[in-house]
């Protein structure tokens, strides 16, 4: 069960600690932050993909940062389902949190999340 929640709450810490760190990132509260990590947790697990597939020829060609940009579009499009409780400045504030919040997704995901979760089967 805790398998399946952990994208959900690793998305939800990283737009709080992104949120309170830039002013052109906006998250209205703790409900508006928990409903963006639902949204963003759904448009990654099924519009992400897609995009990474259709767009997998210029992600080869820049050495897969590309992929950051698809990030900053998933942000994005999840600021604008969200309406004024999310609010991102422009493409380049979400640029600048994806790049954030990959990395603090990869330490959450790697230091706290797999030795709970391998912690949990024994």
Same mark, same amino acid.
């Given at each position: 069960?805790?398998?399946?929640? @952990?994208?959900?709450?690793?998305?939800?810490? @990283?737009?709080m600690a992104v949120a309170g760190v830039f002013n052109g990132f906006y998250?209205?509260?703790?409900?508006?932050?928990?409903?963006? !990590?639902? #949204?963003l947790t759904v448009v990654n697990f099924f519009i992400r993909p897609l +995009?990474? +597939?259709?767009? %997998?020829?210029?992600?080869?060609?820049?050495? !897969? +940062?590309? #992929?950051?940009?698809?990030?900053? %579009?998933?942000?994005?499009?999840?600021?604008?389902?969200?309406?004024s409780s999310f609010e991102i400045s422009g493409f380049g504030m979400a %640029?600048?949190?994806?790049?954030? #919040?990959?990395?603090?997704?990869?330490?959450?995901?790697?230091? #706290?999340?797999?030795?709970?979760?391998?912690?949990?089967?024994?």
């Open positions: 069960m805790v398998g399946c929640l @952990t994208p959900f709450l690793i998305n939800t810490l @990283t737009l998250l209205e509260g703790f409900g508006a932050a928990l409903m963006a !990590g639902i #949204i +995009l990474v +597939l259709l767009t %997998l020829p210029f992600t080869v060609v820049t050495f !897969g +940062l590309f #992929i950051f940009v698809i990030n900053a %579009l998933m942000l994005m499009l999840t600021a604008a389902l969200m309406g %640029l600048l949190a994806s790049v954030i #919040i990959a990395l603090l997704n990869m330490v959450l995901s790697n230091f #706290i999340a797999d030795p709970l979760s391998k912690g949990s089967r024994r």
